[in-house]
């Protein structure tokens, strides 16, 4: 099956560099992507690990490999973006369940119609619009993620309007299937919605971000503040009621504030601070709220990125484990990582 998909994939790098050498067939790119990495955690215990894509303790891991194709022609633009690897089945967990869909590999695919200068529809699978972290390691500068990443949305299928209200603000209002599925028999559709705004210079942003169906409500604020040529500030809150295992509604919520400095192009730092709070133990039993600190460097080597991290996670209860196996309040890890984008 994996070597049908690379010959798909060869074909169609092949057919669309072709169509870009004639301007007549609209512009073509294409974009790959490799991350790899090491973990180190001081406990030896993967289960320490509670967020996305780095459940491995002392081991060598591949984390995803990715081609991107983006094609547009007059109006209408389109987009396939495929991904193998670890990040890929984590982002898409739901398509695993069925072997006779490749959904899996799928991380987008959608097709968008500029329907005039203020309004585009886009029908298809694309990354969800609530929180700051994205799956592509090469566009987060920590690796290991965060639990309001963790515990989603990852993605959309549906259909969408972004409609453009003048100066730097804009909306977007969708329909889609179920959090997280690409296929699905379920009635129930989510409602989608994102409202944005900046200043005239772009030195504030700010996004308000819902989802909400049947059992579910979740309203999301993501603001970004440059302080400076050197420093960067971003915030991350996210709030979700929704069903809990036994029936009731519940919440959980994170707050994640990450500060960046660039002392120059070569080296960058980022300091993530979140706070998540589970007290129901609908995403995270028996933890009530972690306090997570990661520190992360991006050494810039032209296209190859460089990530040593250090990460330290303190839970209200004894929800990690230690070098014996007992319980812990705390877990300490460390990451090197990679990533090449071209």
Do not use: C
Not at 46 to 65: H, Y
Not at 97 to 126: D, E, M
Not at 131 to 136: A, K, M, S
Not at 244 to 265: E, H, I, Q, V
Request: no cysteine; charged share 20%.
């Amino acid at each position: 099956m994996l070597k049908k998909v690379l010959t798909v994939i060869g074909a169609m790098a092949l057919l669309t560099a072709t169509q870009a050498q004639d301007s007549t067939k609209g512009t073509t790119t294409l974009t790959y992507s490799v991350d790899a990495y090491y973990k180190y955690d001081l406990a030896g215990k993967a289960s320490n690990n509670k967020t996305s894509f780095t459940n491995t303790a002392n081991s060598f891991e591949l984390g995803m490999a990715s081609i991107r194709v983006d094609h547009s022609f007059g109006k209408v633009a389109a987009t396939a973006d495929l991904g193998f690897g670890k990040r890929a089945a984590e982002f898409s967990y739901n398509d695993l369940a069925n072997p006779q869909l490749t959904l899996a590999a799928v991380k987008q695919a959608y097709i968008s119609y500029q329907a005039s200068s203020k309004v585009k529809f886009t029908i298809g699978k694309w990354a969800t619009h609530v929180g700051w972290e994205l799956l592509d390691a090469y566009s987060n500068r920590n690796y290991s993620m965060s639990y309001g990443f963790t515990n989603g949305p990852f993605f959309h299928t549906g259909l969408k309007a972004d409609i453009a209200l003048g100066g730097k603000s804009a909306l977007m209002i969708g329909v889609a299937n179920p959090t997280d599925y690409s296929t699905t028999s379920d009635i129930h559709q989510v409602a989608i919605a994102q409202f944005s705004t900046g200043t005239s210079d772009d030195k504030i942003k700010a996004y308000l971000n819902f989802q909400g169906a049947k059992d579910l409500f979740q309203t999301d604020l993501v603001l970004n503040f440059v302080l400076g040529s050197k420093w960067g500030l971003n915030y991350d809150g996210t709030y979700q009621n929704t069903v809990a295992p036994l029936g009731k509604m519940s919440t959980w919520s994170s707050n994640a504030l990450y500060l960046n400095y660039d002392p120059s192009s070569k080296i960058g730092w980022t300091l993530r601070e979140e706070l998540f709070s589970d007290k129901d133990g609908i995403k995270f039993a028996g933890a009530e709220s972690v306090m997570a600190t990661t520190l992360s460097a991006n050494i810039h080597l032209s296209n190859l990125t460089l990530i040593p991290e250090l990460r330290l996670d303190n839970a209200k209860n004894e929800v990690f484990s230690d070098k014996d196996g007992k319980g812990a309040k705390s877990a300490t890890s460390f990451i090197l990582a990679a990533t090449y984008k071209f």
